[in-house]
């Protein structure tokens, strides 16, 4: 059976970059690259290793994870573009009497 088929038959289709749990451990990992039927694994000392389809599940930590990441982008995108939005000029009388100072009259 193929990787595809394998990951989209189960619960949840796997992908590069998601945080997934290893089934035996429950050691959290997170996907680097998908190789036939096997994924490249980052664990969270550093080291990298194979691990089969079957044997990763997907995390609910690592889902929870995603949507914040998700919201806080959003938030970002928001304000900054709430900034431009509500950015106007300093009124023309401040900018008299700040000239004014900077010459001392």
């Known amino acids: 059976m193929s990787t595809n088929l394998l990951a989209t038959q189960g619960e949840h289709h796997m992908k590069q970059g998601q945080i997934v749990v290893e089934r035996l451990t429950g050691t959290h990992v997170l996907l680097l690259e998908q190789v036939n039927d096997e994924w490249i694994c980052r664990f969270g000392d550093g080291r990298q290793e194979n691990?089969?389809?079957?044997?990763?599940?997907?995390?609910?930590?690592?889902?929870?994870?995603?949507?914040?990441a998700q919201a806080a982008g959003e938030l970002s995108n928001f304000f900054g573009q709430l900034g431009a939005r509500l950015a106007v000029p300093p009124p023309q009388l401040l900018q008299t009497v700040r000239g004014q100072r900077r010459h001392g009259t």
Do not use: M, N, T
């Open 51 to 68: 691990r089969r389809v079957f044997e990763l599940a997907p995390s609910a930590f690592g889902r929870v994870a995603e949507l914040i």
